[in-house]
Protein backbone atom coordinates (compact mmCIF):
# COMPACT_ATOMS: atom_id res chain seq x y z
CA UNK A 1 0.00 0.00 0.00
CA UNK A 2 2.58 2.19 -0.90
CA UNK A 3 -0.01 4.82 -2.53
CA UNK A 4 -2.91 3.83 -0.41
CA UNK A 5 -6.10 2.85 -0.67
CA UNK A 6 -8.60 5.13 -1.54
CA UNK A 7 -11.31 5.16 1.12
CA UNK A 8 -14.13 5.22 -0.34
CA UNK A 9 -13.43 2.00 -2.20
CA UNK A 10 -13.29 0.69 1.73
CA UNK A 11 -16.17 2.69 3.10
CA UNK A 12 -18.86 3.02 0.15
CA UNK A 13 -19.83 -0.97 -0.11
CA UNK A 14 -19.93 -0.54 4.23
CA UNK A 15 -22.32 2.08 3.79
CA UNK A 16 -24.32 0.34 0.74
CA UNK A 17 -24.49 -3.00 3.41
CA UNK A 18 -25.85 -0.89 5.99
CA UNK A 19 -28.36 0.90 4.16
CA UNK A 20 -29.99 -2.14 2.71
CA UNK A 21 -29.79 -4.19 5.73
CA UNK A 22 -31.28 -1.17 7.51
CA UNK A 23 -34.42 -1.15 4.57
CA UNK A 24 -34.82 -5.28 5.32
CA UNK A 25 -34.83 -4.71 8.89
CA UNK A 26 -37.72 -1.73 8.23
CA UNK A 27 -39.22 -3.84 6.64
CA UNK A 28 -38.88 -7.40 8.91
CA UNK A 29 -39.70 -4.98 11.48
CA UNK A 30 -42.89 -3.51 9.19
CA UNK A 31 -44.05 -6.92 9.22
CA UNK A 32 -43.94 -7.98 12.54
CA UNK A 33 -46.07 -4.91 13.40
CA UNK A 34 -48.62 -6.54 11.13
CA UNK A 35 -48.82 -9.76 12.56
CA UNK A 36 -49.04 -8.32 15.91
CA UNK A 37 -52.05 -6.30 15.02
CA UNK A 38 -53.53 -9.37 13.06
CA UNK A 39 -52.98 -11.45 16.26
CA UNK A 40 -54.17 -8.75 18.91
CA UNK A 41 -57.43 -8.17 16.59
CA UNK A 42 -58.39 -12.01 16.10
CA UNK A 43 -58.30 -12.30 19.99
CA UNK A 44 -60.08 -9.44 20.38
CA UNK A 45 -62.99 -10.70 17.86
CA UNK A 46 -62.79 -13.96 19.36
CA UNK A 47 -63.09 -12.53 22.70
CA UNK A 48 -66.15 -10.59 21.22
CA UNK A 49 -67.64 -12.92 19.21
CA UNK A 50 -67.55 -15.36 22.49
CA UNK A 51 -68.97 -12.59 25.04
CA UNK A 52 -71.65 -11.99 22.48
CA UNK A 53 -72.84 -15.51 21.62
CA UNK A 54 -72.77 -16.03 25.55
CA UNK A 55 -74.77 -13.13 25.97
CA UNK A 56 -77.83 -14.97 24.20
CA UNK A 57 -77.96 -17.10 27.01
CA UNK A 58 -77.52 -15.07 29.81
CA UNK A 59 -80.23 -13.08 28.16
CA UNK A 60 -82.38 -16.01 27.82
CA UNK A 61 -81.61 -17.16 31.11
CA UNK A 62 -82.27 -13.84 32.81
CA UNK A 63 -85.87 -13.09 31.31
CA UNK A 64 -86.67 -16.86 31.48
CA UNK A 65 -86.00 -16.74 35.14
CA UNK A 66 -87.96 -13.04 35.57
CA UNK A 67 -90.89 -14.44 33.43
CA UNK A 68 -91.53 -17.51 35.60
CA UNK A 69 -91.10 -15.69 38.90
CA UNK A 70 -93.55 -13.46 37.70
CA UNK A 71 -95.64 -16.47 36.69
CA UNK A 72 -95.39 -18.11 39.63
CA UNK A 73 -96.30 -15.51 42.08
CA UNK A 74 -97.65 -12.79 40.47
CA UNK A 75 -99.49 -11.65 44.00
CA UNK A 76 -97.65 -10.98 47.27
CA UNK A 77 -99.96 -11.71 49.40
CA UNK A 78 -98.19 -9.90 52.64
CA UNK A 79 -98.38 -6.59 50.73
CA UNK A 80 -101.47 -7.19 48.87
CA UNK A 81 -100.05 -5.92 45.93
CA UNK A 82 -98.99 -7.11 42.42
CA UNK A 83 -95.45 -8.59 42.63
CA UNK A 84 -94.29 -6.35 40.69
CA UNK A 85 -90.34 -7.02 40.92
CA UNK A 86 -89.45 -9.68 38.75
CA UNK A 87 -91.30 -7.54 35.88
CA UNK A 88 -89.03 -4.67 36.46
CA UNK A 89 -86.06 -7.01 36.14
CA UNK A 90 -87.43 -8.14 32.90
CA UNK A 91 -88.18 -4.77 31.23
CA UNK A 92 -84.77 -3.50 32.52
CA UNK A 93 -83.33 -6.36 30.37
CA UNK A 94 -85.57 -5.77 27.59
CA UNK A 95 -84.37 -2.09 27.60
CA UNK A 96 -80.54 -3.01 27.26
CA UNK A 97 -80.36 -2.63 23.38
CA UNK A 98 -77.02 -3.98 23.24
CA UNK A 99 -77.94 -7.45 24.26
CA UNK A 100 -80.84 -7.35 21.68
CA UNK A 101 -80.53 -10.73 19.33
CA UNK A 102 -80.48 -9.05 16.27
CA UNK A 103 -77.74 -6.52 17.62
CA UNK A 104 -75.68 -9.81 18.76
CA UNK A 105 -76.19 -11.12 15.64
CA UNK A 106 -75.01 -7.81 13.69
CA UNK A 107 -71.78 -7.17 15.60
CA UNK A 108 -70.58 -11.35 14.96
CA UNK A 109 -71.65 -10.33 11.55
CA UNK A 110 -69.84 -7.42 11.18
CA UNK A 111 -66.56 -9.14 12.77
CA UNK A 112 -66.53 -11.78 9.52
CA UNK A 113 -66.90 -14.76 11.01
CA UNK A 114 -67.67 -17.87 9.60
CA UNK A 115 -70.64 -19.10 8.13
CA UNK A 116 -71.41 -22.36 10.21
CA UNK A 117 -70.67 -20.09 13.07
CA UNK A 118 -73.35 -17.30 11.98
CA UNK A 119 -75.58 -19.90 11.65
CA UNK A 120 -75.31 -21.58 14.98
CA UNK A 121 -75.61 -18.35 16.18
CA UNK A 122 -78.74 -17.31 14.14
CA UNK A 123 -80.22 -20.12 14.74
CA UNK A 124 -79.72 -19.36 19.16
CA UNK A 125 -80.88 -15.73 18.32
CA UNK A 126 -84.25 -17.07 16.62
CA UNK A 127 -84.90 -19.34 19.30
CA UNK A 128 -84.27 -16.66 22.00
CA UNK A 129 -86.59 -14.27 20.06
CA UNK A 130 -89.32 -17.34 20.11
CA UNK A 131 -88.94 -17.96 23.68
CA UNK A 132 -89.38 -14.07 24.41
CA UNK A 133 -92.50 -14.24 22.45
CA UNK A 134 -93.58 -17.14 24.22
CA UNK A 135 -92.73 -15.11 28.03
CA UNK A 136 -94.71 -12.03 26.77
CA UNK A 137 -97.66 -14.31 26.21
CA UNK A 138 -97.49 -15.88 29.29
CA UNK A 139 -96.59 -12.57 30.75
CA UNK A 140 -100.19 -10.84 29.54
CA UNK A 141 -102.22 -13.72 30.40
CA UNK A 142 -100.67 -12.84 34.15
CA UNK A 143 -101.14 -9.37 34.09
CA UNK A 144 -104.87 -9.61 32.69
CA UNK A 145 -105.39 -10.99 36.33
CA UNK A 146 -103.27 -8.99 37.98
CA UNK A 147 -102.90 -5.35 36.27
CA UNK A 148 -99.95 -2.86 36.90
CA UNK A 149 -99.94 0.51 35.91
CA UNK A 150 -96.25 1.25 36.26
CA UNK A 151 -94.70 3.23 33.53
CA UNK A 152 -91.80 1.17 34.34
CA UNK A 153 -92.78 -1.86 32.66
CA UNK A 154 -93.60 -0.31 29.40
CA UNK A 155 -90.34 -1.34 27.93
CA UNK A 156 -92.29 -4.95 27.83
CA UNK A 157 -94.18 -5.25 24.45
CA UNK A 158 -97.92 -5.77 24.60
CA UNK A 159 -99.27 -9.07 23.68
CA UNK A 160 -102.94 -9.45 22.51
CA UNK A 161 -104.83 -12.07 23.83
CA UNK A 162 -107.53 -13.94 21.60
CA UNK A 163 -110.84 -13.50 22.45
CA UNK A 164 -111.13 -16.56 23.34
CA UNK A 165 -108.73 -16.25 26.55
CA UNK A 166 -110.15 -13.04 27.46
CA UNK A 167 -113.26 -15.24 28.14
CA UNK A 168 -110.87 -17.93 30.67
CA UNK A 169 -111.40 -17.82 34.41
CA UNK A 170 -108.59 -15.73 36.56
CA UNK A 171 -107.45 -19.14 37.29
CA UNK A 172 -107.60 -21.05 33.58
CA UNK A 173 -105.46 -17.78 32.77
CA UNK A 174 -102.56 -18.36 35.28
CA UNK A 175 -102.77 -22.29 34.48
CA UNK A 176 -102.09 -21.46 30.86
CA UNK A 177 -99.40 -18.99 31.47
CA UNK A 178 -97.94 -21.49 33.75
CA UNK A 179 -98.17 -24.61 30.77
CA UNK A 180 -96.78 -21.77 28.79
CA UNK A 181 -93.57 -21.85 30.37
CA UNK A 182 -93.22 -25.21 31.23
CA UNK A 183 -94.80 -27.18 28.35
CA UNK A 184 -92.21 -29.39 26.27
CA UNK A 185 -91.60 -26.88 23.03
CA UNK A 186 -90.40 -24.34 25.69
CA UNK A 187 -88.19 -27.26 26.93
CA UNK A 188 -86.56 -27.73 23.35
CA UNK A 189 -85.81 -24.49 22.60
CA UNK A 190 -84.35 -23.67 25.52
CA UNK A 191 -82.12 -26.73 25.27
CA UNK A 192 -81.75 -25.43 21.20
CA UNK A 193 -80.65 -21.95 22.45
CA UNK A 194 -77.62 -23.61 24.86
CA UNK A 195 -76.74 -26.38 22.08
CA UNK A 196 -76.37 -23.73 19.10
CA UNK A 197 -74.55 -21.03 21.33
CA UNK A 198 -72.49 -23.51 22.98
CA UNK A 199 -71.28 -24.57 19.43
CA UNK A 200 -70.70 -21.51 17.95
CA UNK A 201 -68.73 -20.89 20.85
CA UNK A 202 -66.52 -23.52 20.73
CA UNK A 203 -65.79 -23.13 16.80
CA UNK A 204 -65.00 -19.33 17.32
CA UNK A 205 -62.26 -20.48 20.21
CA UNK A 206 -60.75 -23.24 18.42
CA UNK A 207 -60.50 -21.40 15.46
CA UNK A 208 -58.88 -18.71 16.73
CA UNK A 209 -56.46 -20.63 19.12
CA UNK A 210 -55.28 -22.35 15.34
CA UNK A 211 -55.24 -18.74 13.80
CA UNK A 212 -53.36 -17.69 16.91
CA UNK A 213 -50.49 -20.65 16.70
CA UNK A 214 -50.03 -19.58 12.72
CA UNK A 215 -49.49 -15.82 13.64
CA UNK A 216 -47.15 -16.67 16.75
CA UNK A 217 -45.18 -18.95 14.53
CA UNK A 218 -45.08 -16.47 11.64
CA UNK A 219 -43.92 -13.85 14.33
CA UNK A 220 -41.21 -15.95 15.94
CA UNK A 221 -39.69 -16.53 12.48
CA UNK A 222 -40.00 -12.87 11.48
CA UNK A 223 -38.29 -12.52 14.98
CA UNK A 224 -35.66 -14.56 14.56
CA UNK A 225 -35.10 -12.38 11.07
CA UNK A 226 -34.71 -9.22 12.89
CA UNK A 227 -32.11 -10.58 15.21
CA UNK A 228 -29.95 -11.60 11.91
CA UNK A 229 -30.29 -8.25 10.59
CA UNK A 230 -29.45 -6.84 13.48
CA UNK A 231 -26.29 -8.84 14.10
CA UNK A 232 -25.16 -8.39 10.28
CA UNK A 233 -25.73 -4.92 10.77
CA UNK A 234 -23.82 -4.20 14.11
CA UNK A 235 -21.14 -6.59 12.50
CA UNK A 236 -21.23 -3.85 9.22
CA UNK A 237 -21.18 -1.12 11.90
CA UNK A 238 -17.95 -2.57 13.25
CA UNK A 239 -16.25 -3.02 10.37
CA UNK A 240 -16.90 -0.02 9.45
CA UNK A 241 -15.37 1.36 12.86
CA UNK A 242 -12.31 -1.03 12.50
CA UNK A 243 -11.60 0.59 8.97
CA UNK A 244 -12.73 4.10 10.43
CA UNK A 245 -10.30 3.83 13.33
CA UNK A 246 -7.12 2.20 11.80
CA UNK A 247 -7.13 4.15 8.62
CA UNK A 248 -8.30 7.68 9.78
CA UNK A 249 -8.68 8.32 13.30
CA UNK A 250 -5.07 6.64 14.37
CA UNK A 251 -3.43 8.51 11.77
CA UNK A 252 -4.94 11.83 12.71
CA UNK A 253 -4.27 11.37 16.42
CA UNK A 254 -0.62 10.96 15.44
CA UNK A 255 -0.86 13.96 12.92
CA UNK A 256 -2.34 16.10 15.49
CA UNK A 257 0.62 14.81 17.60
CA UNK A 258 2.99 16.10 15.41
CA UNK A 259 1.44 19.13 14.36
CA UNK A 260 1.50 20.02 18.38
CA UNK A 261 4.97 19.68 17.99
CA UNK A 262 6.03 21.10 15.11
CA UNK A 263 7.36 17.80 13.42
CA UNK A 264 6.68 16.35 10.06
CA UNK A 265 4.14 13.84 9.59
CA UNK A 266 4.74 9.90 9.02
CA UNK A 267 2.94 9.21 5.68
CA UNK A 268 0.54 6.00 6.44
CA UNK A 269 -3.22 5.07 6.41
CA UNK A 270 -5.42 5.70 3.36
CA UNK A 271 -4.28 7.48 0.31
CA UNK A 272 -6.05 10.59 1.28
CA UNK A 273 -4.18 10.70 4.53
CA UNK A 274 -0.70 10.17 3.09
CA UNK A 275 -1.54 13.11 0.58
CA UNK A 276 -2.23 15.32 3.50
CA UNK A 277 0.72 13.86 5.39
CA UNK A 278 3.21 14.57 2.27
CA UNK A 279 1.56 18.25 1.79
CA UNK A 280 1.57 19.10 5.51
CA UNK A 281 4.93 18.48 5.29
CA UNK A 282 5.98 20.36 1.73
CA UNK A 283 4.39 22.70 4.05
CA UNK A 284 6.43 22.54 7.32
CA UNK A 285 9.58 23.08 5.61
CA UNK A 286 7.91 26.04 3.98
CA UNK A 287 6.60 27.73 7.23
CA UNK A 288 10.10 27.26 8.84
CA UNK A 289 11.56 29.40 5.95
CA UNK A 290 9.08 32.40 6.20
CA UNK A 291 8.50 32.07 9.59
CA UNK A 292 10.51 34.42 10.62
CA UNK A 293 10.22 36.81 8.09
CA UNK A 294 6.54 36.88 8.50
CA UNK A 295 7.12 37.81 12.31
CA UNK A 296 8.72 40.76 11.76
CA UNK A 297 6.76 42.15 9.16
CA UNK A 298 3.71 41.18 10.57
CA UNK A 299 4.54 43.30 14.19
CA UNK A 300 6.30 46.18 12.93
CA UNK A 301 5.53 49.05 10.78
CA UNK A 302 7.85 49.03 7.38
CA UNK A 303 7.47 52.99 7.19
CA UNK A 304 7.42 54.00 10.51
CA UNK A 305 9.33 51.62 13.04
CA UNK A 306 6.65 51.61 15.53
CA UNK A 307 4.28 48.49 16.59
CA UNK A 308 1.44 47.48 13.69
CA UNK A 309 -1.97 46.89 14.07
CA UNK A 310 -1.43 43.34 14.27
CA UNK A 311 0.79 43.92 17.64
CA UNK A 312 -2.53 46.69 18.61
CA UNK A 313 -5.14 43.94 17.48
CA UNK A 314 -2.90 41.27 20.37
CA UNK A 315 -3.88 43.00 23.16
CA UNK A 316 -7.38 44.92 22.71
CA UNK A 317 -8.92 41.33 24.28
CA UNK A 318 -6.75 41.80 27.23
CA UNK A 319 -8.08 43.54 30.34
CA UNK A 320 -5.35 46.80 31.64
CA UNK A 321 -5.24 46.06 35.45
CA UNK A 322 -4.92 48.01 38.64
CA UNK A 323 -3.09 51.00 37.07
CA UNK A 324 -3.89 54.34 35.59
CA UNK A 325 -4.31 54.48 32.26
CA UNK A 326 -4.12 56.66 28.85
CA UNK A 327 -5.08 55.60 25.45
CA UNK A 328 -4.40 58.50 22.48
CA UNK A 329 -5.59 57.94 19.12
CA UNK A 330 -4.44 60.18 16.53
CA UNK A 331 -5.43 60.80 12.88
CA UNK A 332 -3.08 62.74 10.36
CA UNK A 333 -5.28 65.59 8.44
CA UNK A 334 -4.75 66.38 5.17
CA UNK A 335 -2.98 63.02 3.65
CA UNK A 336 -5.20 62.22 0.86
CA UNK A 337 -4.60 65.71 -0.17
CA UNK A 338 -1.11 65.66 -0.02
CA UNK A 339 -0.91 62.58 -1.81
CA UNK A 340 -2.80 63.73 -4.55
CA UNK A 341 -1.65 66.94 -4.98
CA UNK A 342 2.53 65.89 -4.37
CA UNK A 343 2.33 61.86 -4.43
CA UNK A 344 2.49 59.26 -2.32
CA UNK A 345 6.30 59.85 -1.48
CA UNK A 346 5.40 62.98 -0.11
CA UNK A 347 2.60 61.40 1.87
CA UNK A 348 4.94 58.99 3.68
CA UNK A 349 7.39 61.44 4.85
CA UNK A 350 4.16 63.21 6.28
CA UNK A 351 3.33 60.27 7.97
CA UNK A 352 6.88 59.36 9.10
CA UNK A 353 7.04 63.48 10.67
CA UNK A 354 3.66 62.34 12.16
CA UNK A 355 5.23 59.66 13.64
CA UNK A 356 8.06 61.42 15.05
CA UNK A 357 5.90 63.94 16.32
CA UNK A 358 4.14 61.49 18.61
CA UNK A 359 7.18 59.68 19.77
CA UNK A 360 8.66 62.81 20.87
CA UNK A 361 5.86 64.22 22.66
CA UNK A 362 4.53 61.10 24.38
CA UNK A 363 7.36 59.23 25.53
CA UNK A 364 6.61 60.02 28.79
CA UNK A 365 7.68 57.19 30.90
CA UNK A 366 8.92 53.26 29.94
CA UNK A 367 5.20 52.55 29.80
CA UNK A 368 5.30 54.16 26.86
CA UNK A 369 3.50 52.48 23.14
CA UNK A 370 3.29 53.11 20.08
CA UNK A 371 0.98 51.86 16.97
CA UNK A 372 0.54 52.73 13.49
CA UNK A 373 -2.69 51.63 13.47
CA UNK A 374 -3.91 52.45 10.07
CA UNK A 375 -2.56 54.47 6.61
CA UNK A 376 -2.51 58.18 8.55
CA UNK A 377 -3.89 56.49 11.99
CA UNK A 378 -1.66 55.94 15.23
CA UNK A 379 -2.33 54.69 19.04
CA UNK A 380 -0.26 55.56 21.89
CA UNK A 381 -0.68 54.07 25.27
CA UNK A 382 0.92 55.38 28.66
CA UNK A 383 0.30 54.03 32.19
CA UNK A 384 1.35 55.15 35.56
CA UNK A 385 0.33 58.93 34.42
CA UNK A 386 -1.87 61.53 35.91
CA UNK A 387 -4.74 63.62 34.39
CA UNK A 388 -2.25 66.56 35.13
CA UNK A 389 0.45 64.90 33.16
CA UNK A 390 -1.75 64.28 30.20
CA UNK A 391 -2.51 68.07 29.81
CA UNK A 392 1.00 69.15 29.33
CA UNK A 393 1.30 66.19 27.32
CA UNK A 394 -1.32 68.10 25.08
CA UNK A 395 -0.02 71.09 25.40
CA UNK A 396 3.39 70.32 24.45
CA UNK A 397 1.92 68.11 21.23
CA UNK A 398 0.08 71.33 19.92
CA UNK A 399 3.87 72.72 19.91
CA UNK A 400 5.34 69.83 18.19
CA UNK A 401 2.80 69.70 15.67
CA UNK A 402 4.07 72.94 14.41
CA UNK A 403 7.78 72.14 15.02
CA UNK A 404 7.06 69.10 12.32
CA UNK A 405 4.89 71.16 10.03
CA UNK A 406 1.99 68.39 10.51
CA UNK A 407 -1.75 69.10 11.59
CA UNK A 408 -2.91 65.42 14.04
CA UNK A 409 -6.28 65.16 15.22
CA UNK A 410 -5.64 63.39 18.66
CA UNK A 411 -8.51 62.34 21.08
CA UNK A 412 -7.84 60.76 23.97
CA UNK A 413 -9.86 57.99 26.73
CA UNK A 414 -8.04 58.11 30.38
CA UNK A 415 -8.80 55.74 33.89
CA UNK A 416 -6.89 56.07 37.10
CA UNK A 417 -8.34 52.59 37.84
CA UNK A 418 -8.16 50.04 34.95
CA UNK A 419 -8.73 46.89 36.81
CA UNK A 420 -12.48 46.85 35.01
CA UNK A 421 -11.66 47.88 31.80
CA UNK A 422 -10.19 46.29 28.55
CA UNK A 423 -8.00 48.17 25.74
CA UNK A 424 -10.75 47.75 23.41
CA UNK A 425 -13.08 49.78 25.57
CA UNK A 426 -10.53 52.65 25.72
CA UNK A 427 -9.87 52.57 22.39
CA UNK A 428 -13.80 52.63 21.24
CA UNK A 429 -13.75 55.91 23.54
CA UNK A 430 -10.99 57.48 22.75
CA UNK A 431 -11.68 56.88 18.89
CA UNK A 432 -14.81 58.88 19.25
CA UNK A 433 -12.93 61.79 20.84
CA UNK A 434 -10.38 61.68 18.06
CA UNK A 435 -13.52 62.12 15.43
CA UNK A 436 -14.88 65.06 17.81
CA UNK A 437 -11.73 66.71 17.73
CA UNK A 438 -10.97 66.66 13.52
CA UNK A 439 -14.64 67.96 13.42
CA UNK A 440 -14.25 70.95 15.91
CA UNK A 441 -10.85 71.58 13.82
CA UNK A 442 -12.29 72.00 10.58
Not at 104 to 113: W, Y
Not at 123 to 151: C, F, G
Not at 225 to 232: A, E, K, Q, S
Request: aromatic fraction near 10%.
Amino acid sequence: MRKGVKSWLLILPMILMTFILQIGLIINASVISTLSNMLSQTMTDSAENVSDISTLQSRFSLLSETATSFIIKPYNDETGTVNEAPLLGYASELAQSSRDPDAVLARIKARGVQDDVYEYASIAATKVKEMMQIQYHAIALTRSVYPTNNRQLDAIPDYVLSEEEKALSDQDKLEKALSLLWDTDYSIRKRDISSNASQAMSLVKSRASVRQIELNNRLNLNKVFNWVFTVLIVLTLFSFFFVVIKYIIIPIVKYTRNIEEDEKLPVMGLYETRVLARSYNELVEKKKIYEKDLVNSVETDALTGLKSRYALNSIFQQEVGPTSIALFVFDVNNLKVINDDQGHDAGDELIQRASNCIMKTFNFNDSFLAYRFGGDEFVAIIKNITKADIDNLMAEFATAQKDYEVSIACGYEYEEDGSNTSYSQLFKRADRNMYDDKRNSK
